[in-house]
């Protein structure tokens, strides 16, 4: 289960659908935006850290503490008691560590134990599947540049003076802009690649069906990402 838990909450995510695909695969949207909501939470709990405990930048820590995993549990509509929701989190956490992983959370909302997702064996990807994982991972790498120019803008753009006002400028020059031609092409290519990777799966039935839907949700999403209109 540890070698599970390591994985990022998204391959964590992912692996509980190739596993309880049966149980789990008709809700699969809703796990999909289960796992945004713990991405959101996750980087509130980073920006609540104090000055000294904060890294420099923003990483996933795959983990939510008490607190934000009662935010968590909220957002979905599970209302809790300080008293109920210590009940129900010592149900959720499996390794006792006082924190929650996606997965652990997945296990307890479908009654599910570790000990069957061990069993569950999940077979090799497609090379066609690997491929469309390869193509995805080429956008994502350059729209996290995007973002993290934006995140630079944002902060210079606070400061007073032409500095500012200069970052201003550029940052909202840069978020009506149109997303660069490489980066319109890399999603293109990306569609294409779960295309085939769906053909050859027989629509999810392969041997990795969380991973396949994953993948072409992650597609979608992208095809999403759009200038602010001016």
Do not use: C
Request: proline share 4%; hydrophobic share 35%.
């Amino acid at each position: 289960m540890d070698s599970i838990m390591g994985l990022s909450s998204k391959d964590q995510a992912i692996r509980f659908l190739n596993g309880f695909w049966t149980e789990a695969g008709e809700k699969a949207e809703e796990i999909y935006k289960q796992h945004q909501k713990f991405l959101e939470l996750d980087r509130l709990q980073y920006n609540a850290l104090p000055e000294a405990k904060k890294a420099e930048e923003y990483t996933e820590s795959k983990v939510l503490d008490e607190f934000w995993s009662h935010k968590f549990l909220e957002s979905l509509g599970k209302t809790l008691t300080a008293m109920e929701f210590r009940a129900e989190f010592k149900k959720i956490d499996a390794n006792n560590d006082k924190k929650m992983s996606i997965v652990e959370f997945l296990l307890y909302d479908y009654k599910q134990t570790p000990e069957e997702l061990l069993k569950r064996k999940v077979g090799n990807m497609s090379p066609e599947l690997l491929a469309a994982l390869a193509a995805y991972d080429e956008v994502s790498v350059e729209l996290k540049k995007l973002e993290k120019e934006k995140d630079r803008l944002r902060k210079e753009s606070a400061l007073p003076g032409v500095k500012g006002k200069t970052a201003a400028a550029q940052l909202a020059q840069l978020e009506q802009s149109e997303l660069p031609p490489d980066v319109k092409k890399a999603i293109i290519k990306a569609e294409s690649a779960v295309n085939r990777a769906q053909k050859k799966s027989a629509g999810g039935a392969g041997p990795t069906p969380g991973s396949t839907w994953w993948i072409q949700r992650d597609v979608e999403e992208l095809k999403k990402y759009k200038p602010k209109p001016k």
